[in-house]
DNA sequence: AGAACAATGTAAGAATTTCTTAAGAAATTT
DNA sequence: AAATTTCTTAAGAAATTCTTACATTGTTCT
């Protein structure tokens, strides 16, 4: 099996990085964020176990990060505060965390905290559900982000891994236009070196799966110059 | 839906009162022990959803009781402590609890995390609520969760025990896709390194069982580069 | 306890599907 | 019309899944 990876979001980097550290050692893979919008994005491209949130952020703050997350993912989220108030304890637990440290704390019950989350998540039985269907819509194209599967207009379409990807990306934001270069760098995680057409490639094979005449795009469409993207409905 | 019941011990009446007055106020039913022994003869006769737990109690400490509870049955835990002390923290944790709260505290914190473990605890539930007669069906596939039995079009067909879970797992979700590493996870509740195979392995003997040509699997079907699911009809 | 049987895990090669590359064709812009 | 960008196609490479056989473990019955 892969290594479990928790992803730690906190503006200040020293305690990321401590904690990084202790996870490390206790064999789980760190995936580091220093805001919540970073932490949105990791979140809905990567496969994640666990959170560890900050409640103090810049850009999005732990608490309305936590709810965002909720809606679209069902992993564990253990928020980390410096107030210690308790209003912000039952705050953070009850807009969907499932644990709460403050700071200053010690590290061992930290990862202790985090063993026990992972423990009850990984068992059989507790499955992800999550309370409504988490559907990108746009026209007659229907990307459902927990099962990652396409629907035009009501049937389904087989994808593979790649173009599931690729589609989700460009469904994420119906519009905007994203240039192959970009493309391959999110989707391949990797640098991108002379591959513009390896994404052309899977464009045109987006298109015969998609399109009623793929020559004539009506939702993949190509933008001159810069890029693709998902026409806006 | 029933209340859900929550099983409070201490050996200290005053405060099992005081949280049981609480949880009743939350719309919660609640079971009184006021030793481990007691405790462990309600959990193994009654149907309880969550049990908040004191540390120190005669005849059997709320440690150990975790320990065999967790043997029994998988439900939420909440160690309740006088001892501030972070090893206390992490022993109650690693032990099998899920939460760990310490006295003095505040009721009203209590009872988030009481919400926030039933929460986690209880997502499977009110799927099953929807199904009422507790079985799971797609097509000709209908999988008894009360006996874990299949049936394929009226046949019963005689899985083993890993078999089972594997199918009671997919049968949740008809039309999600499980990834393999996923399905290992969650039925065998290990990590474990290059384990595909494994589950490769027992998805091949289900479907030799449950598919007329285990070739062309109509029910049990893989999708490329990302797992299996069963298909929903 | 030992034998017979069932269930599970592992490994290796085969089969299948998907991805990448490259090169020429087509389309668009200047 | 020339230059640039995108499209199309096909073939080989790569990755993933399938299949089979066998070793190991566990269970049941005598």
Known sequence: MEKQRVLVVDDDREIVN????????EGYEVIKAYDGLQALDIISTQNIQLIILDVMM???DGLSATLKIREEKNIPIIILSAKSED????????????DYVTKP????????????????????????????ANLLQSGGLCFDLENHTLTVDGEPVRLTATETKIVE???????R???????????????AYKVENTVMVHIRRIREKIEINPKEPKYLKVVWGIGYKIEKI
Request: aromatic share 8%; net charge positive.
């Open 105 to 132: 704390f010690n590290t061992m019950e930290l990862m202790a905290r985090v063993k026990s989350q992972l423990r009850r998540y990984l068992r059989l039985g507790d499955v992800n559900v999550t309370n409504k």
């Open 58 to 60: 810049p850009k999005l």
């Open 18 to 25: 401590a904690i990084a550290i202790n996870l490390r050692n």
């Open 177 to 191: 236009i994203f240039p192959a270069e970009e493309i391959y760098q999110r989707v391949w995680e990797e640098p």
């Open 87 to 98: 209003t912000d304890k039952i705050l953070g637990l009850s807009m969907g965390a499932d």
């Open 169 to 175: 990306l460009l469904m994420r934001f119906p519009g």
